[in-house]
């Protein structure tokens, strides 16, 4: 298979797209993931594996790492195959991957993290078949494991070279990518289903909601809103907060437990956990918070935040501000800033910025470019330009619209 560079130049707006015509096949395409989590990332896997076959691509999984996706997934309807691989640098799974796609005629693989993108190549090298590399967050600074980092870096640099397309969930992230690699990346902006947004807050209502949503983990910043928090209560704003998701580690849900008492926070502060139903959380909150420090491609929750009508605070960091314009649909603070944070926070509080206008704005910037159909629209046209290509050099043996396999 040819690796030459098959991207388009950043784009990010996309036809409206309609369902292939009746008696037309749809194109099998194969998404080689981790799998051990279900945070954003997978959140965007799943969501495209809805969507996509109403554009003619179905879509199934392989997860090198079978764990937390499988059982938490929305869309029961996707096949998935187990091809664990027990290691960094184990490459068996390159094996299992080649017979997968023969044996079930996938036409297309798509690739979501490094480790799956130089798997992936290899596979679709040997078997012939074109793939497309999705990029979630900026490798080199995706935690704080400054030694991971560049090892996943220099993976996803190597991967590359078999990727005849690139898809960057922002501008911001699409510019890093170039920057590292010299690689143009098409931009499709992550996007979630509408939901029933929550009912206006009540006039007179007092005390404020303050939520937050993640796989805690030191890059989300979570001392940071600890202590701007803090600063909140001592400003004596009635102010409290909802935090869901579970923790990366034990020993960091130690510490910042014991930073919240410290603090004196335990009582105004929810450890939720993981939950399963996000808008009924959402529902719950005010005001939602992302205080990210870094590591950030286009966040989903802010997204589900503003398809439920709740405005967000978030920090400066890669595709927020795309989604998040200051004062318009949210607030914006400066990252690792508890002082620019609880600033970004109590103007809303205050009702220095109106909370029902940075509602109404929020929930119809949501409905005009961050759905999951306008996602799936995106990430179909760059399938159709790599499959009218691989048709053109003779990469693939069945044209997109044709009988696969």
């Known amino acids: 298979m040819s690796s030459a560079c098959l991207d388009h130049p950043v784009a990010t707006t996309h036809r409206h797209r309609s369902r292939p015509p009746a008696g037309t096949r749809n194109v099998s395409v194969l998404h080689v993931i981790n799998g051990e989590h279900y945070s954003g990332a997978e959140r965007v896997q799943d969501?495209?594996?809805r969507q996509l076959p109403a554009m003619g691509y179905d879509v199934a999984f392989a997860c090198l790492k079978p764990d937390k996706f499988a059982a938490m997934r929305e869309n029961r309807a996707a096949v998935i195959h187990a091809i664990p691989m027990r290691g960094r640098l184990d490459l068996r799974p390159v094996a299992g991957l080649v017979r997968t796609i023969r044996r079930h005629g996938y036409t297309l693989l798509h690739a979501h993290t490094p480790r799956a993108l130089f798997v992936a190549g290899l596979a679709a090298l040997i078997a012939g078949v074109p793939l497309v590399y999705h990029v979630h967050s900026p490798t080199s600074r995706d935690s704080t494991r400054r030694w991971q980092n560049r090892i996943n870096a220099r993976i996803e640099r190597l991967g590359l070279r078999f990727a005849s397309a690139v898809i960057a969930v922002s501008n911001s992230?699409?510019?890093?990518?170039r920057g590292l690699t010299g690689r143009p990346a098409s931009v499709v902006h992550n996007g979630v289903p509408a939901r029933r947004p929550r009912p206006i807050r009540e006039p007179g209502t007092r005390e404020w909601t303050l939520g937050t949503?993640?796989?805690?983990?030191?890059r989300k910043g979570m001392e940071v809103l600890l202590e701007a928090l803090a600063q909140l209560r001592a400003?004596?704003?009635?102010?409290?907060?909802r935090a869901v998701g579970g923790?990366?580690?034990?020993?960091?849900?130690?510490?910042?437990?014991?930073?919240?008492g410290r603090l004196g926070l335990d009582d105004v502060v929810d450890w939720v956990g993981f939950v399963r139903h996000v808008d009924r959380e959402l529902a719950r909150m005010d005001l939602f918070v992302l205080p990210s420090l870094f590591g950030e491609g286009l966040p989903m929750v802010i997204l589900e935040a503003m398809a439920a009508g709740v405005p967000v605070v978030a920090t400066r960091v890669e595709g927020a501000p795309e989604a998040i314009r200051e004062g318009r649909d949210g607030e914006l603070a400066e990252p690792d800033n508890a002082r620019s944070l609880a600033g970004a926070i109590a103007r809303v509080v205050r009702g220095e910025s109106d909370w029902a206008s940075l509602r109404a704005s929020a929930?119809?910037?949501?409905?005009?470019?961050?759905?999951?159909?306008?996602?799936?629209?995106?990430?179909?046209?760059?399938?159709?330009?790599?499959l009218?290509?691989?048709?053109?050099?003779?990469s693939v043996r069945s044209k997109a619209g044709a009988p696969a396999g």
């Open 213 to 218: 949503m993640a796989l805690f983990r030191p």
């Open 388 to 394: 009218s290509r691989a048709v053109v050099h003779g």
């Open 47 to 49: 969501l495209l594996s």
């Open 363 to 386: 929930l119809a910037r949501h409905a005009e470019g961050f759905s999951d159909r306008k996602m799936a629209e995106g990430v179909a046209e760059v399938y159709d330009r790599v």
């Open 247 to 260: 923790f990366e580690t034990p020993e960091y849900e130690r510490q910042l437990k014991s930073l919240c």
């Open 173 to 177: 992230l699409a510019r890093h990518v």
């Open 235 to 241: 400003q004596g704003l009635p102010v409290r907060l």
